[in-house]
Every structure is written in structure tokens, then in C-alpha cells.
């Protein structure tokens, strides 16, 4: 906005909007939700034409488009660090409060790393390739938080 950009022409009404909402996540990414929350079990998807298997799930391949949705591959409970940072703000669609890590973390059998917290460990001791398992939460919220975080094997 200019500098001089003068408001005693602007009608202007302050306020907030709250906007409700469901979201489908659609058959593949139900099913891997339900599969975390009912069997404590990571779910990744597999592309027979690439043979690249895909976390989290995506009914089409995306590297060559091809359908995947029945193709299921049951993940490792373990997995490495493949790159992380550090978050060091809060906000309100945040899983914790800053500073935390965020790692992306590529599971055993998987090609594909998936984002996740990570725990248990100073942000200067992580490492590239190092060894975690998931922690699943005592309590379902249906999400991904399923997994409460990661931590060090
Ligand atoms: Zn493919």
C-alpha cells in the first residue's frame, strides 16, 4: 500500500471469521488412518510400474500416474532420520510447543520419507541416518498424531 494511500475514503469492518469444516481424506488416506489408529500399523502404498513404494499413501503414482490404491505395503516399525529442522515459533496449528523437532523420517520399506516430531533428543545431537521407531499415542485422535512422535532406537 502506498504511503500516502489515504483510508478516510475506505468503508472497513474488523472482525473474525470461524469457518467450519469436514475433511475426506478419501479411501487411501482413510484407510491409512484407521489402520494407524485401530492395528498400530504404517501403511505405505506401492507403485508396481516404478516399484517405489509411497508414505503417505497416494491413490495414484506420482512419478508415472499409474493407480495404487489396493497395493498396500505394511512399513517397518523403524526408519532414519533423512533431514530435520528445528521449529522455534508456536502457533495454534502446531503439535507442540517451540522449540521442537521436526524430522523427515523415511521408514523401513518405504521410498518416501513422511514429516513427524521427533523426541527423546537434543536438536544438536540429531543426526542425518539416525535410527528411530515411532511412539504411538495412548489415545486416538485420528490422525496422524496417532503416532504421538518418534524417538531414537
Ligand atoms: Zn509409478
Known amino acids: 500500500m502506498p504511503k500516502d494511500f489515504d483510508r478516510s475514503d ?3 469492518v474488523e472482525g473474525k471469521l470461524a469457518l467450519p469444516y469436514t475433511y475426506f481424506a478419501g479411501k487411501v488416506g482413510s484407510k491409512f488412518i484407521t489402520t494407524l489408529r485401530d492395528q498400530k500399523k504404517i501403511l505405505g502404498i506401492k507403485c508396481k510400474t516404478c516399484n517405489k513404494v509411497f508414505i503417505p499413501p ?3 503414482c506420482a512419478l508415472c500416474m499409474e493407480d495404487m490404491r489396493e497395493n498396500w505395503v505394511e512399513l517397518k516399525n523403524e526408519g532414519e532420520v533423512s533431514n530435520y529442522t528445528v521449529v522455534r515459533y508456536d502457533g495454534k496449528h502446531l503439535p507442540r510447543k517451540a522449540p521442537f523437532i521436526l524430522a523427515m ?8 520419507p513422511m514429516a513427524h516430531i521427533l523426541e527423546g533428543i537434543q536438536p544438536e545431537e540429531v ?3 539416525l535410527k528411530v521407531k515411532p511412539i504411538f499415542a495412548r489415545e486416538t485422535t485420528n490422525t496422524i498424531l496417532d503416532i504421538d512422535h518418534f524417538e531414537p532406537l
Open 105 to 112: 523420517i523415511k521408514l523401513g520399506g518405504a521410498d518416501t
Open 10 to 12: 475506505c468503508f472497513t
Open 58 to 60: 497416494r491413490q495414484t
Open 127 to 129: 543426526k542425518i541416518g
